[in-house]
């Protein structure tokens, strides 16, 4: 079974904001894109790696088979991988 891996979200200066937890930064992105960031740029903790992903959150019809509390519209997050860039320094 894959380990869990923490993803820093860092802003456009470069500061890390938060930090997303997945076991594929994929996962950590659709996370930060469902709370609303549409540049994440994910740096893994331990690396230099910094994944790159463009993002945004849709409002979509609730699936069948959904719970009766679930309201019908419900947001769904989506995410495009741009790339990787490494840092010089953490």
């Given at each position: 079974m894959a380990e869990m891996r923490n993803f820093a979200?860092?802003?456009?200066?470069?500061?890390?904001i938060g930090v997303f937890t997945g076991k594929s930064p994929r996962q950590a992105a659709l996370k930060a894109a469902n709370r609303g960031y549409t540049e994440i740029k994910?740096?893994?903790?331990?690396?230099?790696?910094?994944?790159?992903?463009?993002?945004e959150r849709v409002q979509v019809d609730k699936p069948?088979?959904?719970p009766a509390w679930m309201p019908d519209?419900?947001?769904?997050?989506?995410?495009?991988?741009?790339?990787i860039e490494k840092l010089d320094e953490v």
């Open positions: 979200l860092r802003d456009v200066q470069g500061n890390e994910l740096r893994e903790r331990g690396t230099k790696k910094v994944h790159i992903f463009s993002g069948q088979g959904a519209k419900i947001w769904k997050p989506k995410v495009k991988k741009i790339g």
